[in-house]
């Protein structure tokens, strides 16, 4: 029996329960295409285990499932730590280890390390059948090989229940591979000249099972829905099928071919949001990256679906080919003039492998990041200043914030249980720690078992007692050196002295620069170390700790709760943390009345682990896994 394990790693957060995005679709595909192959199993790392652990822990987990061959998805958010964990597999053990996804392209040497036996271009059902009925085949070293025979008659694998969809309260549904356009800054097309659509019945069925099953939305994973033969069609059946609205319908269109029926026929399927990719009204940037726009018909079309309560959702890039400062700024007027800012998504351009811009980098005087994201750093029309300063008139012009602080969440005691815990939780049949409590020191070969079975990310909650900073080094030196790819958060209660941070960020091992360097660096322009976020909570009322990746919390101890007054007095500071001596039910009940309100002006959060789930369920229901926030006393 030949033992397959496929993985998929999410972009990195910074708070533990975050919903990630990371449905491992691409994998339950290939587990489809090779279902009736005999001698062989298929296993998916599910998506609320693989989404949430740390590093030592996630290979540790691969390590137990002792997989003959292993799959990994990679994309630039994930490909430097899929790469890692291979090695640390390849320590113990020789599975096969095969990589596909987006970041397979030829002009990419990172796949191309030793621990990677093959590398698939393009979609893998094909290849990956080859792979399991040929063993000879691995000796080719990569492949590529349409799989749209496969694809067109294959019913979703939601359906087989292979994936999960309770986690993002979402289904992913593949109705069309392939693009027609061909933008110079997009990948999608990298490795297929023709489109190919999955077949109406299937869809339809899958559509049915996700209105039964009360999935609550559904995502067609379609970069042009325009582009279908038969859409209208298409969304009539859906319609049907949804009549009471049980489910919210996603997905991308170009705006310019949303007419009034149409738009009808979008509302009447049950959508909600339709991302209509704006990218630049600049004449000359839309020229170059290939994207014709009729600004015009773009307006109408984005109106058609707003007319209907259809948000459209809008993408910028900054530092565009052709674009400058003043062209982004219009750009984004475009959005505000028009009303369209209900959700506006603003990107720095990347100049991603096995697209026409990275073919063309030199030519168009592009200079990028060489490591994940690959983010553009300056243009021959675009300083490295200018992309702070556009994202700087975006915020004020659709008075939004890009960057918001990570969630509050400070919590530290277990209801019912006296002294400092451990707070953990539990992931596929076992328990990992989610915050770790440095009360006091702990032998340092304790914090090395700890180590191996941290969540993604995790917080070490260090007490007033814990005065040692050599240790305290020697604690973070330690848990990140076990897991260099994964963030964490030191959260200091009532110090005798603020933390020198700078001092602790050179005893952390952290992967530098990490996927969130490349993330934040408009925030913080110096390179830095933006997976490690220092958190103080005190009552001190002044602000003395904050600035890059610092912050510093009120620590309300009073007898009884705040009025939303009370919170308006440390409004300079960075949050409060509720730790009032009043029974559950009045820090509930306070919840409830305050809610919204309160989460909206300020960050709040709550000493008892349990509350604080609640409080974060109850201002972001859409942002957090219930499933995976079920908290463990050590
Ligand atoms: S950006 Fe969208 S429309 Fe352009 S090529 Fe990529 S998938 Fe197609």
């Known amino acids: 029996m030949t033992r397959v394990l496929l993985v998929q790693l999410p972009i990195p957060r910074q708070n533990f329960g975050r919903k990630t995005g990371n449905v491992p679709l691409g994998a339950a595909c290939l587990k489809q295409a090779v279902r009736n192959f005999s001698g062989v199993t298929v296993d998916i790392l599910p998506e609320s285990v693989v989404s949430y652990l740390a590093d030592a822990a996630l290979v540790e987990a691969i390590r137990d499932r002792r997989p003959d061959v292993l799959g990994f998805t990679v994309f630039s958010w994930n490909i430097q730590r899929s790469l890692y964990v291979c090695e640390k597999i390849r320590e113990t053990g020789r599975p096969r280890i095969v990589f596909g996804g987006p970041e397979i392209t030829p002009d990419n040497s990172l796949p191309r390390a030793p621990q990677v036996d093959f590398r698939v271009h393009g979609e893998g059902e094909a290849v990956f059948r080859r792979l399991l009925a040929e063993p000879g085949f691995w000796a080719n070293g990569s492949a590529a090989e349409s799989a749209a025979d496969i694809f067109r008659s294959a019913p979703s694998p939601y359906l087989s229940g292979w994936l999960e969809p309770e986690v993002q309260r979402l289904m992913l549904l593949e109705t069309q591979r392939g693009c027609p356009y061909r933008c110079g800054f997009c990948y999608y097309n990298k490795s297929r000249t023709g489109l190919v659509f999955a077949e109406e019945e299937h869809l339809l069925r899958a559509v049915a099972w996700a209105v039964e099953q009360q ?13 279908r033969p038969n859409l209208r069609q298409l969304l009539a059946g859906i ?19 949303i007419d009034e029926p149409l738009a009808d026929l979008l509302a009447a399927a049950g959508f909600i949001w339709l991302e209509i990719g704006l990218q630049s009204t600049n004449p000359k940037a839309l020229k170059i990256m290939n994207r014709p726009t009729r600004l015009d018909r773009f307006a109408q079309g984005a109106q058609r679906l707003k007319q209907r309560g259809i948000t459209p959702g809008l993408d910028l890039i900054i530092g565009l080919p052709g674009d400058d400062l003043a062209g982004f700024m219009r750009s984004v007027d475009f959005v505000a003039d028009h009303d369209l800012q209900d959700d506006v998504q603003i990107f720095p351009l990347s100049i991603l492998p096995g697209t026409n811009f990275r073919r063309r980098h030199r030519e168009l005087g592009l200079g990028f990041e060489a490591h994940p994201p690959y983010t553009v750093t300056a243009t021959p029309t675009f300083a ?52 770790l409590n440095l009360q006091g020191e702990r032998p340092i070969a304790e ?23 050599a240790y305290l080094k020697k604690v973070l030196t330690v848990l990140t050196a076990a897991n260099p790819f994964t963030p964490l958060e030191v959260v200091f209660f009532d110090p005798a002295e603020l933390p020198a941070a700078s001092e602790l960020l050179a005893a952390v091992r952290l992967q530098r620069p ?14 830095g170390n933006r997976a490690v976020l220092f958190t103080v ?39 409060v943390l509720i730790d009032c001596a009043v029974s559950p039910a009045e820090i509930c009940a306070w919840q409830d009345r305050w809610g919204l309100p309160a989460a909206e002006q300020y960050h ?15 201002t972001c229901p859409d942002e957090y896994v219930e499933k995976v926030m079920a908290w463990q006393s050590a």
């Open 215 to 227: 999935i609550g939305e559904v995502y067609l994973l379609d970069p042009s829905l325009n582009a």
């Open 239 to 257: 319609g049907r099928l949804n009549t009471e609205q049980r489910i919210g319908l996603f997905s991308e269109i170009r705006a310019e071919a």
């Open 384 to 435: 490295p200043e200018d992309f702070l300063l556009a994202y700087d008139y975006a915020e004020t012009r659709l008075d939004t914030v890009f960057f918001p602080l990570p969630d509050l969440d400070l919590s530290w005691r277990l209801a019912g249980r006296d002294g400092p815990l451990d707070i953990r939780v539990g992931l596929g049949g076992r328990s990992y720690v989610a915050k």
């Open 447 to 469: 914090i090395e078992g700890l180590a191996r079975c941290l969540t993604q990310p995790y917080q070490v909650l260090v007490g007033p007692a814990m005065r040692d900073s």
């Open 514 to 527: 990490h996927f969130l360097d490349g993330d934040l660096r408009f925030l913080y322009p110096k390179p």
């Open 537 to 575: 909570a005190s009552g001190a009322r002044q602000p003395r700790f904050q600035g890059e990746m610092k912050r510093q919390v009120y620590w309300w101890r009073r007898s009884e709760l705040p009025s939303l007054e009370d919170l308006g007095e440390f409004a300079e500071l960075d949050g």
């Open 604 to 618: 709040i959060s709550f000493a008892e682990v349990g509350l604080q789930r609640r409080w974060l369920l109850l």
